[in-house]
């Protein structure tokens, strides 16, 4: 039994920054991750894109269930501990590339063949599991592991969720960082989390006002501290 569950959606920037400190966390705790699946775009199947989102979300929504769908071939192929490795190398070539002029670097080519092949090459795997795209009956699995996660969170929530010592222990949506801890520091942030979360009456801790990812995806380079936005409903929405 894994100590950890991580459910992530590969197109997320937090999601992406807490996994790479609880990667962190777990090298030094010595935890075993278990990489399981939350699709933004299912998420938000009942939200109307144009009213409520930037012009750009929804394609990197869609992009992201279509890379999920790989990550789910991938974990029938390979294995769960192959999901990890998968996210690990689509997060690089999604959120740590320098940005480009009109959006992030993959934003137009994330979830396609010529974005996905060349990640599954180098991890040595078929670039036939990119047929995974397209298929969309994977989409059941998907939701469940999603429907999964709100089960233990409610659904007012984004990407990341985790829970602690699964199937009983406790989970949470986040925490959302805008930077990474130092590996020094990074354990003793693991642990205030775990002690505000174990708390009975805790219910939530929030401010809408973050700093830009500290990603090249974002303009932010390593060592860099990113300008204060307002990502209101966690995602810059234009409204509720």
């Not at 480009?100 to 996905?116: K, L, Y």
């Not at 939701?143 to 222990?169: H, N, S, W, Y």
């Not at 959302?176 to 354990?187: F, G, H, K, Q, T």
Request: hydrophobic share 40%; aromatic share 10%.
């Amino acid at each position: 039994m894994a100590d950890l569950r991580f459910w992530f959606d590969p197109v997320c920037p937090f999601a992406w920054l807490t996994s790479r400190w609880v990667e962190e966390v777990a090298r030094q705790r010595e935890y075993e991750v278990e990489w399981r699946f939350i699709s933004l775009r299912l998420l938000n199947a009942h939200v109307d894109y144009d009213a409520h989102f930037p012009p750009e979300y929804e394609a990197g929504h869609t992009a992201g269930l279509r890379l999920l769908r790989v990550a789910a071939r991938v974990r029938d192929d390979h294995g769960d501990a192959a999901v990890g490795r998968l996210y690990t190398a689509l997060g690089h070539g999604i959120h740590d590339a320098a940005p480009v002029e009109g959006g992030t670097p993959g934003h137009d080519r994330r979830g396609t063949t010529a974005f996905v092949v060349p990640v599954l090459t180098e991890l040595g795997w078929d670039a036939a599991l990119a047929d995974a795209l397209e298929d969309t009956s994977l989409d059941e699995g998907i939701q469940a592991e999603t429907d999964e996660a709100l089960a233990l969170t409610g659904k007012d929530v984004g990407t990341p969720i985790l829970q602690f010592r699964p199937p009983e222990g406790l989970a949470f949506f986040g925490p959302v960082i805008s930077r990474l801890p130092d590996p020094e520091d990074a354990v003793a942030l693991w642990d205030h989390v775990i002690a505000l979360a174990s708390f009975g009456g805790f219910t939530e801790l929030k401010r809408s006002l973050r700093e830009r990812p500290q990603l090249r995806s974002f303009g932010v380079e390593p060592g860099e501290v990113g300008t204060t936005e307002d990502w209101h409903g966690g995602s810059r929405r234009q409204k509720r």
